[in-house]
């Protein structure tokens, strides 16, 4: 195993300052990889789950234009039926 100074790979900014080898940095590069996969699946699970609540919302931002803090817990309080159409 040999250990070089180079620029980072992580998310390609600027130069590292740090010895690494090949293989952490790999490791390290899979593991960000995941968590940026886990992360957009569970925010496209929120959204799909809340599909009806931000249509509802949205329409009514296209009404008004701007909505109070009341009326915006009123609708996302409220149990809407999920859309028949879940795709993003």
């Known amino acids: ?3 070089q ?3 980072s790979q992580f998310l390609e900014f600027g130069y590292s300052g740090r010895e ?6 790999k490791e390290i590069d899979n593991e960000v990889k995941k968590i940026i996969f886990d992360s957009y699946a569970r925010v496209k699970n929120i959204l799909l ?3 009806g609540r931000l249509q509802v919302l ?3 931002l296209l009404e ?3 909505i109070e803090g009341e009326e915006l817990r009123e609708i996302i ?3 809407l039926p999920d859309p028949k159409n879940n795709t993003l």
Do not use: L, P
């Open 1 to 3: 195993m040999t250990f």
């Open 5 to 7: 100074k180079r620029k």
């Open 20 to 25: 690494s080898s090949e293989e952490i940095s």
């Open 49 to 51: 789950e809340n599909k």
């Open 58 to 60: 949205a329409k009514r």
């Open 64 to 66: 008004k234009e701007v």
């Open 77 to 79: 309080s409220h149990n």
